[in-house]
């Protein structure tokens, strides 16, 4: 959800600059530079011009979708990945914990039982699952 | 004209890298808050089309069958560009590009990290989600249901 705003705002620079689209036949030095300038055109019009905004009309053609497949990366993992392994863990522990909590709160204050037990249930199977995934990614 | 804008002091007085103070968008959103308390923004590559001569054609063919060469961005959660690293080939992959980046003059202080996709190597600085794994099981299921 936070991620997908750096695709989002791809998507408003080539909108909003059709010459990324285009590639005009200047030398290669020249066209690296070119988005360069771009994105800080656009910062600078987001500054300046708030009321340009940053989104003029943000509807994405088909041309700009950015559909692709991830490619995992075939690189080799180094300079401790494991430091940042464990953070994402920790990150996934807490979101869990304050899940439950959330869940339990709900079954407290509904007086629908039949659906919280539901919902426990399905928390908690999930919980195990998560992990059994979790030992997988430190072993 | 693109120099003026693509060289300091003009480019680095509107895209340089966040201060490491927590984003509002963060602080305000009770599903991001305290988890990504030290994220600084998100990174990404993307392909912007290219016209190189011939000779080097092979080499800025992407994935896509386009002609492109890939560049990388981040972007804070504002929607500002806070870096770009442009004129990689599109034969290379967003890995290859971080890993110059870095080489180059992408400092990320310790202890805060960007959000990057699956196509990134885990490292220092980079937060990526779990391979293999799907998300959101419980919303999908009811988007399905919508």
Same mark, same amino acid.
């Given at each position: 959800m936070a991620r997908n705003i750096i695709k989002r705002i791809f998507g408003v620079l080539k909108h909003r600059f059709r010459i990324l689209i285009h590639a005009p036949r200047y030398n290669l030095q020249i066209q690296a530079q070119i988005p360069t300038t771009m994105c800080t055109i656009h910062t600078f019009i987001c500054l300046h011009d708030p009321q340009e905004g940053p989104l003029p009309d943000a509807g994405s053609d088909g041309d700009l979708a950015e559909d692709e497949e991830e490619v995992v990366a075939? *690189?080799? &993992?180094? &300079?401790a990945p494991n430091e940042m392994k464990h953070l994402c863990n920790r990150i996934? &522990?807490?979101m869990w914990t304050q899940y439950q909590q959330v869940l339990s709160e709900r079954a407290l204050a509904s007086n629908d039982d039949v659906d919280n037990k539901d919902l426990l249930e399905f928390g908690n199977g999930e919980s195990a699952d998560e992990d059994e995934d979790m030992d997988g990614i430190n072993a | 004209m693109l120099i003026i804008f693509a060289t300091p002091p003009f480019y680095s007085k509107y *895209?340089? !890298? +966040? #201060?490491?103070? *927590? #984003?509002?968008r963060i602080h305000e959103n009770p599903k991001f808050w305290p988890f990504f308390k030290d994220a600084i923004g998100a990174l990404d590559g993307s392909h912007i089309h290219a016209t190189p001569p011939a000779l &080097?054609?092979?080499a800025y063919r992407d994935c896509k069958g386009l002609v492109s060469q890939n560049c990388l961005f981040v972007c804070d959660f504002d929607m500002n560009f806070t870096y770009a !690293?442009?004129?990689?080939?599109g034969s290379a992959t967003d890995a290859q590009v971080f890993k110059d980046t870095c080489a180059k003059d992408l400092h990320i202080s310790d202890s805060k990290y960007f959000l990057a996709d699956?196509?990134? +190597? #885990?490292?220092r600085g980079l937060l990526i989600p779990y391979r293999g794994i799907r998300y959101h099981l419980a919303e999908w299921g009811q988007a399905s249901i919508r």
């Open positions: 075939a *690189v080799d &993992e180094e &300079e996934a &522990e807490d | *895209v340089h !890298l +966040p #201060s490491d103070k *927590v #984003s509002q &080097e054609r092979a !690293l442009t004129g990689w080939e699956a196509g990134y +190597p #885990s490292r």
